[in-house]
């Protein structure tokens, strides 16, 4: 980058449980449009739970894990937890509180982008890679029913789910009643 030249810092949400090679891919796209690039840790405050079995600080060890598989620089990235906000309508003034200033938001959640769009920032969407199968849900209902999970996240993400015993944890989350695990039972 030259002196006084512009930077051009992007805005990338995602929960990341856990990061897989579809976001990669994504990321990948984005990293080659940008200079920078906020990747936010949504719904930071949850953990412990099906849907969300992660705690923030473990997704960004993922996340950094996987970053570092593909050889990107540090200082191209944010990692910046954000918790959800109570109402839909000021989630954008808090991902903005927490984040450095950006220029553009890449999403293809479409309240991700509905909410942006209506707070006049720049919204693009990105290509889903292959999105059945790179699907964090379908990444956990194969852990949780014994199928081959690991080929579909990096190799450095996987490493950090074992050491965190990550399987155990989803697997004793399953124990309850959720509908989650009836929905796996059937």
Known sequence: MQLGKKIVRALFVGRFQPIHLGHMEALRIILEAVDELIIVIGSSQKSHELDNPFTAGERISMV?????????????Y????????????????????????????????????????????????????????????????????????RTLLPKGVVAVIEEIKGVERLRELAETDSPFTKKLQV
């Open 64 to 76: 950094r894990a996987a970053l570092d598989e593909m050889k990107i620089a540090p200082s191209r």
């Open 78 to 149: 944010y990692l910046i937890p954000v918790p959800d906000s109570t109402m839909h309508s000021s989630w954008v003034s808090t991902v903005i509180a927490y984040c450095p200033p950006f220029h553009i938001v890449y999403s293809n959640e479409p309240l991700t982008r509905r909410l942006f769009r209506e707070a006049e920032r720049t919204v693009q969407g990105i290509p889903l890679f292959q999105r059945k199968l790179y699907s964090a849900t379908e990444i956990r209902q194969r852990i949780l029913t014994g199928k081959t999970w």
